[in-house]
């Protein structure tokens, strides 16, 4: 098993930046693709960007070019640096991690969630 805790949210304005965390313990050698999801009030759960363990990345465009990911290997953790942020960053965000290729929509191991609210 693998446990994911996310940390770093908090409230922003708009054009602000912020840095979330999320650690990893456990059975973190069977881990492959790690990611962001996040969701807003009301809406569906959204994938943010995904990071392999070679160091490969993919990100919603929603947030490409202002949202960057990082991943230590050696330490267990992965990063989701978030750049120009906008009210409609606002969400819970989930680190997540699958022992698959592809992080799909429902991968094994989900973090507890953190805030994040930008106000305007």
């Known amino acids: 098993q693998v446990q994911l805790v996310e940390s770093g949210g908090g409230l922003v304005q708009a054009g602000d930046s912020l840095r979330l965390s999320c650690a990893a313990s456990?059975?973190?050698?069977?881990?492959?693709?790690m990611g962001w999801f996040r969701q807003a009030p009301g809406k569906q759960r959204e994938r943010v960007g995904v990071?392999?363990?070679?160091?490969?990345?993919g990100y919603a465009d929603s947030v490409k070019g202002r949202f960057t990911i990082s991943r230590d290997n050696a330490k267990n953790t992965m990063s989701l640096q978030m750049n120009s942020l906008r009210p409609e960053d606002t969400a819970i965000y989930y680190c997540?991690?699958?022992?698959?290729?592809?992080?799909?929509?429902?991968?094994?191991?989900w973090g507890q969630g953190t805030q994040v609210t930008v106000s305007s």
């Open positions: 990071i392999t363990r070679g160091g490969s990345t």
């Open positions: 456990g059975r973190t050698s069977s881990i492959n693709v």
């Open positions: 997540a991690a699958t022992n698959r290729v592809i992080l799909t929509t429902s991968p094994e191991y």
